[in-house]
């Protein structure tokens, strides 16, 4: 089976651990993390993820900035994005739903609802 590819895109180091490891725990996925939207933009593309979970809140470029990036570039634009962010103001939400995000989770989120959600997004992408 092949594992899908994930791209985390958090400033923080442990957040990013934390999500690699749950993942990858039972094989089934391939978690790349990095720590800055213009890391995670290049990384976009170099290592082409099935599904990005987002952060909203990083310096430099914020996670909507990020998010706006993916979907209006070619190469990016189909990939799924679920952000994930302890932001829950309904201004930062309904800019991520403008921008298009398939998922808006909340930190902290409980990890079984992250790996369904995941599922669901991907299983839901590749029907499309």
Do not use: W
Request: with cysteine; net charge negative; charged share 30%.
């Amino acid at each position: 089976m092949t594992r899908e590819r994930i791209l985390v895109i958090d400033d923080e180091v442990d957040t990013c651990d934390l999500l690699k490891g749950t993942l990858e725990q039972k094989g089934d996925f391939e978690v790349k993390t990095v720590n800055s939207g213009e890391e995670g933009l290049a990384a976009s593309r170099s290592f082409q993820p099935a599904l990005i979970l987002l952060d909203v809140r990083m310096p430099g470029l914020s996670g909507l900035e990020v998010l706006a990036r993916l979907k209006s570039d070619p190469q990016t634009m189909l990939i799924p994005v679920i952000v994930l962010s302890a932001l829950t103001d309904p201004e930062t939400i309904g800019e991520a739903v403008r921008l298009y995000t398939e998922e808006y989770l909340t930190k902290p989120v409980q990890l079984v609802h992250l790996r369904a959600t995941i599922q669901r997004v991907l299983k839901r992408a590749r029907v499309e």
